[in-house]
């Protein structure tokens, strides 16, 4: 169905090919998922499909794509509409219409389906995705993984043959990630669709896949699931466990991993990590309680009759990485945004106060401040952090940061390396993957050292290596004094850096506590690690290494 044949893909003023002799094949009715570091080129072989690559994004292409035997160099986008359907990144950013049903339709219009047919296919995909309450809704209005819902469908009434999905699940709910990857599977198998998935999160999708392309400097390398990820640069946690323990080859799911675990957890149980109330080990315990920075008391946000956040009580603490969870559409962003004073809040106070001033100093509400002093007290990384660029290059980007932040020269970008290694510092900002976008803007705002940060879903499109270099960034953060809650559906990333765990549900806190109490407890929630070596309360592979090595001295 799709074949690649001696590709390369070289775009202007670039150093080397970003994709070069790639050869591979995905036969129809198979998915194939793509995995690599950010910016190893992975957008760009999804491009390649649909002619995407290089009709609209410039460069060279050489050797050749075919899809269901139509050559993408000869055939641009429009003519493969009705043969590929592509989800990119960014739901908002491909959307045409501004309501939910709308949308759906859209793409059938311009194919000419016949109207009944239209009716009949967007009512399948509204149950499909479980998105049927979402019809009249402004696209605009819903959260960013009802949006990704609904980015999903808009190209599944078309019933292409090919299915492209780039991140798909990075802005959904565990629980969401589920129904939309069940939804794919069975497009798969009982509809033969040919899907090509892009996923960082691949504890998600691993296990349905029939193939693994490897994206490792500018080449591809492709093969069944397991024997593939045992050796490549990024694998879930499942996999690296698997290496840890010698499991060859390696189980991708919690069921096949339960499997094989029982010799593991006869080697841990001398070493059982702590209760889960009790602090982890490799942190140390406070004598005193941490000093708070922010409190939040009766918080409440409105939009027209809609209630987002419903009376919201909320101390945060210096020294501490909060994690904010829950279903998508519960609340989670207009919390921050009314936390960090510049979004709505309908009723209730917010108090932000510098322990290092003492006791005595008069606290402040952020929504007073002006933008400039705001920026030293609470940091926001947005939803859709493209919001916060507008220059035309990241060393204009970083340099005007740092002159903001009153930051010596060199101090954003320095945090930049820290989360990206790599990124050209002359390329325009809108050109840098996802991962990269992010990771530019998590440093622009950390370069101003705000008291507090709040970071809502910081880890899209990010990798497993991007991932830990934020996690230890947060960490040194809260080291340092500062207080720092994270809104994320991640759960491996929440179980490596997070000491609290929040989760809201219809604008409300439904549960506060520490990370292995929260998250352990919830099927939806849990680790693949928690979920493999349960009942014993491991939540990370950086937990058993430890635990092995220290029962090894």
């Known amino acids: 169905m ?62 050749r794509v075919s899809v269901d035997g139509l050559d993408t160099a000869t055939h641009p986008p429009r003519e493969l509409a009705d043969v590929v ?23 059938m219009e311009q194919l000419g389906v016949p109207p009944a047919v239209m009716r009949t296919r967007v009512e399948e995909t509204l149950d499909l995705l479980g998105i049927a309450d979402l019809r009249r809704r402004p696209l605009r209005e819903l959260s960013g993984g009802q949006q ?5 469908g808009s190209v599944l009434t078309a019933h292409p ?155 945060l603490r210096c020294g501490e990485v909060v994690a904010l969870m829950g279903r998508n559409g519960s609340g989670k962003s207009s919390l921050m945004w009314a936390l960090q004073g510049s979004g709505p809040r309908s009723h209730g106070r917010v108090l932000l106060r510098d322990p290092a001033r003492g006791p005595d100093a008069a606290p402040v509400d952020p929504s007073t401040l002006k933008p400039a002093e705001a920026r030293g007290w609470v940091g926001l990384v947005p939803q859709t952090p493209t919001d916060l660029l507008y220059l035309t290059t990241v060393r204009d980007e970083c340099a005007q940061a740092d002159r903001d932040a009153h930051a010596p020269a060199g101090t954003c970008h320095d945090l930049l390396e820290t989360l990206s ?62 207080s720092v809650m994270v809104s994320t559906h991640d759960v491996e990333f929440v179980a490596t850096c997070a000491d609290r765990v929040v989760v809201m549900a219809e604008g409300e806190i439904v549960a506060d506590g520490p990370t292995a109490e929260v998250i352990a407890a919830s099927p939806a929630f849990a680790p693949q690690v928690a979920k493999v070596l349960a009942p014993q309360a491991w939540l990370t592979v950086e937990q058993v290494r430890a635990a092995l090595d220290e029962g090894d001295r």
Do not use: M
């Open 148 to 152: 990704q819902r609904v980015a999903i």
């Open 161 to 315: 043959r090919v299915l492209v999905l780039d991140e798909p699940t990075s802005a959904l709910d565990p629980t969401a990630a589920e129904e939309v990857l069940a939804a794919v599977t069975r497009l798969v198998h009982d509809l033969g669709v040919t899907v090509v998935v892009a996923e960082h999160r691949l504890e998600r999708v691993a296990q349905f896949a029939d193939l693994v392309a490897v994206v490792e400097e500018g080449r591809v390398r492709v093969g069944p699931p397991a024997a593939t990820l045992a050796d490549s640069p990024v694998a879930p946690p499942i996999v690296e466990l698997a290496r840890l323990a010698g499991w060859d080859p390696p189980p991708l799911s919690v069921r096949d991993g339960r499997r094989l675990a029982q010799p593991l957890r006869d080697r841990l149980e001398p070493r059982l990590p702590r209760p889960p109330s009790a602090p982890p080990a490799d942190r140390r315990p406070q004598p005193t309680p941490l000093p708070p920075v922010l409190d939040a008391r009766g918080v409440g946000v409105t939009y027209g009759p809609t209630v987002a956040v419903h009376d919201v009580d909320l101390t």
């Open 2 to 63: 799709i074949r690649f044949e001696q590709v390369a893909v070289t775009y202007p003023e670039a150093s080397a090919p970003t994709l070069q002799d790639v050869t591979f094949t995905v036969p129809e009715g198979e998915l194939c998922l793509v995995v690599g570091t950010t910016g190893a080129g992975k957008s760009t072989l999804l491009g390649c499909i649909n002619g995407l690559v290089p009709h609209f994004s410039g460069g060279r292409l050489s050797g």
């Open 85 to 107: 359907g592509v989800v990119g990144q960014d739901p908002l950013a491909g959307f045409v219409t501004d309501v939910v049903e709308d949308e759906l339709a859209y793409g």
């Open 421 to 482: 290694v790599g990124i050209d510092r002359d390329a325009h900002p809108r050109d840098l993957s996802e991962g990269q976008r992010l990771a530019l803007v998590v440093a622009i705002q950390l370069t101003a050292a705000p008291r507090v940060v709040l970071l809502d879903e910081p880890t899209r499109g990010l990798d497993y290596r991007a991932k830990a270099a934020l996690s230890a960034l947060l960490r040194q953060l809260a080291d340092e004094g500062r």
